[in-house]
């Protein structure tokens, strides 16, 4: 079997294997929350959570563990029931917003779902409100999210490439999966401080994406989660695929007085149990250190590293 066709076989059971396992993924509940040390012991950051444009992602869903870990470290967060505006937006400090998807889709894979999720509006109210001092975690995963995230990607100079982003070379042999791709210190890790955190005890040194997409952003953002020259995007529904090379799924960057971290993939800071075996999907996989990433991206936001 040629490199080609390898790829391309690898990319159409990937795309199975994704729509399969977003119908069976929920909310680890005995997921660990505790935090030895937490950043704000009172009056923490305000934190607004997107759940108004059809998100894949919850704060009381399938982000649950997320939401409940920055709660531990001294976030508020309030769930965003509303359209992004300069009001609703007003006395937040943080923004996140995970897998939206177009308006009016009912699931992944209804032709909705890759419509834009933020009107032109909206996505100006953000931007506005992130250079004014504002802070925004976007994730945005595989096809059709990233074409549901691209306007709002866009006020920020990210490019998303609404594909499967792939690497067959970097990825976890027990999974047989090549969109599980493996991030370290030696492959893609780059040193921000982000994956350092505030001493060496929240240095991350081993993170695994579970299939997404790849960024690329503007020339003054950093990719802390460099994808390899082998990784590929594989476009959804037909046989094409085009290098990775110098993309990221892991982005952070400043705009006006504000910050901004823009995920490529979702799976990865969240901590769900996937499929009819239960398995661990995100922080809550054993060896990997997701759950400290998730910790630093909120704490770089803001401003504690």
């Not at 059809?54 to 967060?77: E, Q």
């Not at 970097?170 to 047989?176: A, K, R």
């Amino acid at each position: 079997m040629n490199r080609r066709t390898l790829l391309l076989s690898a990319a159409a059971a990937l795309l199975a294997l994704a729509f399969a396992a977003a119908a069976q993924q929920v909310a680890d509940p005995n997921f660990d929350t505790k935090i030895a040390r937490p950043a704000y012991t009172k009056d923490g950051p305000r934190v607004l959570f997107d759940e108004a444009h059809n998100n894949f992602h919850t704060a009381s869903g399938r982000y649950k563990p997320f939401a409940d870990l920055i709660t531990a470290d001294g976030y508020r967060v309030t769930p965003n029931t509303q359209p992004f505006t300069r009001d609703s937006l007003k006395g937040f400090d943080i923004l996140v917003t995970a897998n939206a998807i177009g308006a009016g889709a009912t699931a992944l894979s209804a032709p909705e779902a890759s419509q834009p999720a933020f009107t032109e509006a909206e996505c100006d109210a953000v931007r506005d409100w992130v250079r004014a001092g504002g802070a925004l975690l976007l994730i945005a995963d595989h096809a059709p999210i990233g074409a549901a995230n691209a306007s709002l990607g866009k006020r920020f100079g990210i490019e998303m490439s609404n594909a499967y982003t792939i690497d067959p070379q970097n990825t976890t042999p027990e999974d047989n999966n090549p969109g599980f791709i493996i991030y370290t210190r030696e492959r893609g890790l780059g040193d921000h401080a982000i994956t350092n955190g505030r001493d060496a005890s929240e240095r991350v040194g081993r993170v695994i994406a579970f299939t997404g997409q790849s960024l690329k952003g503007p020339a003054d953002a950093v990719a802390f989660m460099r994808l390899s020259d082998t990784a590929r995007d594989a476009v959804p529904n037909s046989e094409q695929s085009t290098s990775a090379a110098g993309r990221a799924q892991g982005l952070a960057l400043r705009a006006g007085k504000g910050r901004v971290v823009v995920m490529g993939e979702a799976g990865m800071l969240s901590a769900q149990l996937a499929g009819p075996n239960k398995m661990p999907f995100g922080m809550n996989r054993p060896g990997l250190d997701n759950r400290q990433l998730a910790l630093n991206i909120m704490r770089w936001l803001t401003r504690k590293i």
